[in-house]
Nanobody, 115 residues
């Protein structure tokens, strides 16, 4: 079974940057797609960015050109580099990994963008 642990959240000013990290346990990390989701108060959880096992990335329109997802299979890590942050980016961010048969979630890390 895979366990995911996020870190790197915090309070930043609008226009600032933050990098989220997620470390995975298990032997099959390189075969999984990895994703970042977020959930703001009173809103549904939404997909922010994803990366397939083959390295194909995709982004929500709201974060395209500002956020970058990356992975390091040797370290079993996934990252989300967030630049030009806006107040509407405030949410709990969750890392996710899985395939067609199973999915795993981290506990979430809070990101607050405020002046």
């Amino acid at each position: 079974q895979v366990q995911l642990v996020e870190s790197g959240g915090g309070l930043v000013q609008p226009g600032g940057s933050l990098r989220l990290s997620c470390v995975s346990s298990g032997n099959a990390f390189s075969s999984y797609a990895v994703n970042w989701f977020r959930q703001a108060p009173g809103k549904q959880r939404e997909l922010v960015a994803g990366c397939t096992s083959g390295g194909i990335t995709n982004y929500a329109d709201s974060v395209k050109d500002r956020f970058t997802i990356s992975r390091d299979n040797t370290k079993r890590m996934v990252y989300l580099q967030m630049n030009s942050l806006k107040p509407e980016d405030t949410a709990v961010y969750y890392c996710n990994a899985g395939n067609a048969y199973r999915t795993y979630w981290g506990q979430g890390t809070q990101v607050t963008v405020s002046s």
